[in-house]
């Protein structure tokens, strides 16, 4: 079953401003996970918080993970063309069961 | 040095044919998944290896076999091939660094079956 749901589904930006996406979940986990997919190109992992943990940051990127309300924000800060691109929300369920379980993905357009 | 590897890239096939689609880590990982990606995107897990050993078989038809002759590969096999199973499917692996960074994909294949 579906774990992540994300939002928005699509959104555009100017190149140079702020791209937030939010990513919603069902069951208590160990970690959330953000990945990013380039059109016809395989999953990348950007950056993974943990359960006990309410916000990380690597370079551009700003995560934010609020388990009471089973919910994350995956924020890029400055954006560039080269950002275009799907992103995943994906969680590691508390059960362990060793499998991540991901959204639908927020199309990223980066606009020039 | 590609970390995990996917062969072939793109497979098309008539239904109702056998075909194989085979990965390869060279990350040293104990774990190894097939996940299906269809064509909204939507991306779910079929099956997961962990030391050549089955640990994760989600509903999938048996059709799907997947098969494991050591760590660091993990193959799939579909029988009789049906439109339905156009997709792209992705392998990827974890290790025992996976609760800081995650999985490693491979770039996928893109099964088209007509």
Redesign the interface.
Known sequence: S?QGEEDPQALSIQEGENATMNCSYKTSI??L?W?R?NSG?????LI?I?SNEREKHSGRLRVTLDTSKKSSSLLITASRAADTA?Y?C?TERMNR??????G??TRLHILP | DTA?SQTPKYLVTQMGNDKSIKCEQNLGHD?M?W?KQDS??????MF?Y?NKEL??NETVPNRFSPKSPDKAHLNLHINSLELGDSAVY?C?SSGRDR??????????TRLTVV
Do not use: C, E
């Open positions: 579906q160990n970690n996970q990945y997919q190109r395989g999953l990348v992992h993974l943990r799907s995943f994906a069961d060793d499998k991540i379980i991901f639908k993905g | 995990v774990t998944y996940y909204k995107k939507f991306l779910k897990i997961s962990n640990i994760i992705f990827a609760p800081n960074y995650g999985y490693t994909f491979g770039s996928g």
